[in-house]
């Protein structure tokens, strides 16, 4: 394994590792800065905030990765020789998507108000992070100019989805943040696994290289 790639695969395993930790330590009780963020947004559900919160939550979330699922399917039946590439691509935004479904029954967290499914991470969160994350990936092989302006839609759009799933105080913040750990933590393993990273030049040669 060449240095770039044992770099990425160290990365994601701190992330993921930070991920788990984080689980355990907020697991029995929220840390104080989630109850102080809670208490202070309390009701907010129910005021403009929260309806324009709620809205946006519908677009920001889970339907995010089916989206870019068919936009894969499309890209890959344009172009059959992207057949390979794509499914790779598919398969890092599946794991990453599972983050949420797999983990919460392990930490069993309980949300900020009474609200059905359990809390960490945020499923929220973890579609968008997913979907930011792949889109960055696909910029970096098939785009590689838009490659800062994908990372930096999918930084705002992952931020803003965490802080309307707060207002909604249907997530304490630490669930949003683990989200964006376990994301980028099994983002990064396996996409380094699947030798989607690092990304490669015309030549072939390794960009990090």
Same mark, same amino acid.
């Given at each position: 394994?060449? =240095?770039?790639? !044992?770099?990425?695969? &160290?990365?994601?395993? *701190? %992330?993921?590792? +930070?991920?788990? $930790? /984080?689980? #355990? ?30 809205? =946006?939550?519908? !677009?920001?979330?889970? &339907?995010?990765?089916? *989206? %870019?699922?068919? +936009?894969?399917? $499309? /890209?890959? #039946? ?48 973890? $579609? ?82």
């Amino acid at each position: 394994m060449t =240095v770039p790639r !044992v770099r990425w695969v &160290v990365t994601g395993v *701190v %992330l993921c590792a +930070a991920f788990v $930790a /984080l689980g #355990l330590l907020v697991d029995r009780q929220p840390l104080q800065l989630d109850t102080e963020v809670a208490n202070a947004l309390r009701g907010q559900d129910t005021r403009p905030a929260g309806l324009v919160a709620g809205v =946006v939550t519908n !677009v920001l979330g889970p &339907v995010l990765p089916w *989206v %870019l699922g068919v +936009a894969l399917l $499309a /890209l890959a #039946l344009r172009d059959r020789s992207n057949l390979s590439l794509c499914v790779r691509l598919a398969v890092v935004l599946v794991l990453c998507r599972l983050t949420s479904l797999a983990f919460k029954p392990v930490f069993l967290r309980q949300r900020p108000r009474e609200y059905p499914d359990l809390s960490y991470p945020s499923g929220h969160v973890v $579609a968008v992070a997913s979907t930011g994350l792949v889109v960055v990936l696909v910029c970096g092989w098939f785009a590689p100019r838009f490659g800062r302006w994908a990372a930096g839609i999918a930084v705002g759009a992952t931020v803003v989805a965490a802080a309307c799933r707060i207002v909604l105080g249907v997530h304490w913040v630490t669930d949003t943040i683990g989200a964006v750990l376990a994301v980028l933590g099994v983002g990064l393993v396996s996409a380094t696994a699947l030798r989607l990273l690092p990304f490669r030049g015309p030549d072939g040669r390794s960009l990090d290289e």
